[in-house]
């Protein structure tokens, strides 16, 4: 990844640390100027539509839920110097239009974005983020690709295609944990852009502060990983995968055993962790 000013473009409170955070912690240990903002960051307004209140739920057993993921996701980032920025939207679960929601069960967050709600958001979102981008020095912008297709991941992917396509420096990250639970779930997101040539970049990473980084959203690990144990353990997991796919570990060349090559591994010092990027330029 080139050195300089980089924006990433999250669209929850925890986005950018789980599925760049090792890329994040890199840059800032050589002294690169990084900043995060969280594009569904917004306070909702009550009351709150049933699928809100059942993610309240899952977040937080008393207080205010919102108000923990924001001071989860700040501390993270101002641990390792990164200035993070929340957007006024508010996410999706949280959205509608006259008391009626525009995603009403957990289902429809992950299906076609309403289009209402796109023409609402969107241009909030580009001003945004070309604001905070111009503001540390026309910095490269890296925005989720969409896997999975959680609506405010799909809407800030179109925003991101349409910033490349007008010259941006853009590049796009594989949304974790969905790449990891859908397979071939990159190149069906890829293949949602106009159609032209992809390059990657794998980046290797310090997978222990990726990590301890994930496990300060305390709020989001139960539901996610179930505890703390597996959420290292599927990150370590996922993040070696992705360096074996980018060649950045010597191959195995035993029987292919993933308890062998896990053995091997250790008692080499050769399991490498990395992250993986595209950009169209």
């Known amino acids: 990844?080139?050195?300089?000013?980089?924006?990433?473009v999250s669209p929850h409170l925890d986005d950018a640390v789980f599925s760049c955070g090792g890329l994040i912690h890199a840059q800032r240990q050589g002294g690169e100027k990084v900043a995060v903002l969280t594009l569904?960051?917004?306070?909702?307004?009550?009351p709150l539509s049933p699928l809100a209140r059942q993610y309240h739920a899952a977040w937080s057993e008393s207080g205010d839920a919102l108000a923990r993921r924001r001071e989860e996701n700040?501390?993270?980032?101002?641990?390792?110097?990164?200035?993070?920025?929340?957007?006024?939207?508010p996410d999706a679960i949280y959205r509608g239009l006259c008391g009626a929601p525009f995603y009403a069960v957990r289902d429809e967050l992950f299906r076609e974005p309403d289009p209402l709600d796109a023409a609402l958001v969107l241009p909030?979102?580009?001003?945004?983020v070309r604001h905070l981008a111009d503001d540390v020095g026309r910095a490269r912008v890296i925005f989720p690709l969409g896997v999975g297709?959680?609506?405010?991941?799909?809407l800030a992917r179109r925003l991101g295609e349409r910033m490349a396509e007008e010259g941006w420096p853009v590049w796009f990250?594989?949304?974790?944990?969905?790449?990891?639970?859908?397979?071939?779930?990159?190149?069906?997101a890829q293949e949602?852009?106009?159609?032209?040539?992809w390059t990657s970049r794998t980046v290797p990473i310090d997978v222990r502060a990726k990590v301890e980084a994930a496990r300060g959203y305390r709020t989001q690990i139960g539901r996610v990983f179930g505890t703390e144990a597996a959420l290292a353990r599927r990150v370590r997991t996922f993040t070696a995968a992705t360096a074996r796919e980018g060649g950045l570990e010597e191959p195995f060349a035993g029987p292919p055993s993933r308890l062998l090559h896990r053995i091997w591994s250790s008692a080499t010092g050769r399991r490498a962790h990395a992250e993986r990027f595209w950009s169209r330029e």
Not at 40 to 46: F, H, T
Not at 76 to 82: I, K, N
Not at 124 to 128: L, T
Not at 149 to 154: A, K, L, N, P
């Open 173 to 188: 990250y594989e949304d974790y944990p969905y790449a990891e639970l859908e397979p071939g779930g990159v190149r069906r």
């Open 40 to 46: 569904c960051a917004g306070s909702p307004v009550d």
């Open 74 to 89: 700040a501390a993270v980032l101002a641990a390792w110097g990164v200035a993070g920025t929340d957007g006024a939207t």
């Open 124 to 128: 909030a979102w580009e001003a945004e």
């Open 1 to 8: 990844m080139a050195s300089g000013s980089c924006v990433y």
């Open 149 to 154: 297709r959680h609506v405010d991941h799909e």
């Open 192 to 197: 949602r852009f106009v159609p032209r040539p």
